[in-house]
C-alpha cells in the first residue's frame, strides 16, 4: 500500500460503531490505516459529488493483494481490512473512505459505517445474505439509496440490455463458509429468486471511444465491466482515475495480482480486455 506496511498477519476483533451495528477489524492496525486515509482525503476537495474523494481513495488502495474478501468466511459480515481485496470490495474500500471523509470527525469507525452503508444491502450488515455481490444487486440498492447515479441508460437508452437469472454464489455454495448455515443459504437465495430473468442495461464496448463519453468522465466514476457467464454478471469492476493523457483505471488486476492503475488509457485498456466481457455499466458515486 502506498501509506502505511502492509499487514501480514491476521486477528478478528470485533468492535462497536456509533450505530450499535457490529464490524469486525482485522488488526489494530487497520484502524489506524483507515482513520489516516479519511483524514489524508479531507483535504481532497469536493464541490457537489465525491468522486474526487473517491479516486484518491483508490490510489490509496493501490498494492493491496486481490484475492478473495477477508468478509467471505463463516461469519460473513464485514471487516475493516486492508490485507486483501476482490473487485468489488475495492471499489466499497474507496467508496466508504471518501464518504468517512465527509464526516465531522473522520474516524475509523466512520469508515466502518461508511462501508456498511456501501457494500451491505439496505445499509444493514445482517450477516453474508446481506452482503452485495452480484453487481445488479449493488448498483439498484445503491442507486435506490443515494450513494451512486446510474448513468448508463442516458447514454446507452433504454432498450440495450442482457436478461439474466443470477444465482452463481447458491449455485457453488461450498465456496462460501457462510453458506454452510441453512438459514444464511436460504436468506441468499430469496436474494437471488429477486435477479431471475433480471434485465441487466449496458453501454456497448466501443462507445468508450465516443467523444460525448471521454468528456464526461470524471474523477471517481466506476466502471462495471459485465461478464458472458449466465449466472453472473460482473467480470471487473473499477475506478476512474483521470490523468493529463485521459481517463485510467484503478482495479483489481489479476495478471498483476493486486490493485494497479492501469498504464493504458481507458479506450486503448479497453481494446486489450474487450473479449473477455460484452459490454458495461458507468456509475457516478453522489
Do not use: C
Not at 469507525?109 to 445474505?129: C, I, K, M, N, P
Not at 469492476?237 to 490493485?259: E, F, N, R, T
Amino acid at each position: 500500500m502506498k501509506i502505511i506496511t502492509k499487514i501480514t498477519f491476521i486477528m478478528l476483533l470485533a468492535v462497536t460503531i456509533p450505530t450499535h451495528a457490529r464490524i469486525r477489524v482485522a488488526t489494530p492496525a487497520d484502524t489506524v490505516m483507515a482513520a489516516r486515509m479519511v483524514n489524508e482525503l479531507r483535504q481532497v476537495p469536493v464541490n457537489g459529488p465525491i468522486g474526487p474523494r473517491v479516486a484518491a481513495a483508490a490510489v490509496m488502495l493501490t498494492d493491496i493483494a486481490g484475492g478473495q474478501p477477508l468478509d467471505n468466511d463463516s461469519t460473513g459480515t464485514a471487516i475493516i481490512g486492508f490485507e486483501r481485496t476482490d473487485g468489488l470490495g475495492m471499489v466499497n474500500m474507496a467508496m466508504a473512505l471518501a464518504k468517512a471523509a465527509g464526516s465531522p470527525l473522520g474516524r475509523w469507525q466512520d469508515y466502518g459505517e461508511a462501508l456498511v452503508d456501501v457494500s451491505r444491502r439496505r445499509g444493514e450488515d445482517t450477516g453474508f445474505a446481506s452482503k452485495m455481490i452480484y453487481g445488479a444487486d449493488w448498483v439498484t440498492d445503491n442507486v435506490y439509496r443515494g450513494n451512486v447515479t446510474d448513468l448508463t441508460e442516458r447514454y446507452s437508452g433504454s432498450n440495450v440490455f442482457k436478461t439474466k437469472s443470477l444465482d452463481k454464489i447458491s449455485f457453488n455454495r461450498a465456496d462460501y463458509p457462510a453458506l454452510a448455515d441453512s438459514a444464511t443459504y436460504d436468506a441468499l437465495r430469496m436474494v437471488e429468486m429477486g435477479y431471475r430473468t433480471h434485465k441487466i442495461p449496458h453501454l456497448k464496448k466501443e462507445t468508450i471511444n465516443k467523444k460525448d463519453i471521454l468528456n464526461d468522465l470524471r474523477d471517481g466514476d466506476i466502471i462495471m465491466m459485465l461478464s458472458s457467464d449466465p449466472r453472473f454478471d460482473i467480470y471487473d469492476i473499477g475506478i476512474v482515475h483521470l490523468q493529463a493523457d485521459g481517463p485510467h483505471i484503478i482495479h483489481v488486476s489479476p495478471s498483476a495480482g493486486k490493485v494497479v492503475e492501469e498504464a493504458d488509457v481507458l479506450p486503448r485498456w479497453f481494446k486489450k480486455e474487450n473479449q473477455y466481457f460484452y459490454g458495461y455499466r458507468w456509475l457516478r458515486p453522489e
